[in-house]
Every structure is written in structure tokens, then in C-alpha cells.
Nanobody, 124 residues
């Protein structure tokens, strides 16, 4: 059974930082594209960042480029999202996701497995 467990969310002031983690089990982690998505209240879930199997290629949404960094540790089956210079517009539930594709997609339907989400709240 595939499990993705998100953690690391919390309340932070604008300009602050957080690091999210996603622990994967039940799948061949190093053979999956991994991604982070987020969903703010009243909005659709949106792509944040994606990373290739070995972490060589990454893709970011324009809104987080230069502030967020996605990384992975295949030996530990962990995915990370380092978030710096947070602003209130980053407030959302953040989800990690795994894709069986061999390309980093920014669309939800290309991801096969999802974490339960972790809340990030940025106060102004």
C-alpha cells in the first residue's frame, strides 16, 4: 500500500521560512516523479514544484520560483520543499504527490498518489 505522509507545516510570519517533508513508502520512490501542490481556501489545487527521478531536473510554478526549492533523498524516500520569503498568498494546504510518468507534469491528473496534506499559514 502506497503511503505519502506530509509534514512540516505551521504558522509563520511573512518573510519567514518553512521546510515541508514527505515520507514515502510502498512504492519505488526513486522511480517516481515527485511533486508538491497546494490548495488555498476556495481555490483549486495548483502545482507548486516537481522533481525528476534523480533530482536533476526541477520545475516550479512562476509564483514560487526563486523562493521555494524542491529536493529529494532517494535513499531515505523523502521529498522536501524548502520555502523562503513566505507571504500570505502562500497560505494553503500543501500536498506531496507521486507520478509514474517519466516527465515532470504540472497537472493533477498526471499524479497517481497523494499525501494527506499539511497546512501552511503565513500571517502578515
Amino acid at each position: 500500500q502506497v503511503q505519502l505522509v506530509d509534514s512540516g507545516g505551521g504558522l509563520v510570519q511573512a518573510g519567514g521560512s518553512l521546510r515541508l517533508s514527505c515520507a514515502a513508502s510502498g512504492l519505488s520512490f526513486s522511480s517516481h516523479i515527485m511533486g508538491w501542490f497546494r490548495q488555498a481556501p476556495g481555490k483549486e489545487r495548483e502545482f507548486v514544484a516537481g522533481i525528476s527521478w534523480r533530482g536533476i531536473s526541477v520545475l516550479y510554478a512562476d509564483s514560487v520560483k526563486g523562493r521555494f526549492t524542491i529536493s529529494r533523498d532517494n535513499g531515505k524516500a523523502l521529498l522536501y520543499l524548502q520555502m523562503n520569503r513566505l507571504n500570505p498568498e502562500d497560505t494553503a494546504v500543501y500536498y506531496c504527490a507521486a507520478s509514474r510518468s517519466n516527465v515532470i507534469y504540472n497537472t493533477l491528473r498526471m499524479y497517481n498518489y497523494w499525501g494527506q496534506g499539511t497546512q501552511v499559514t503565513v500571517s502578515s
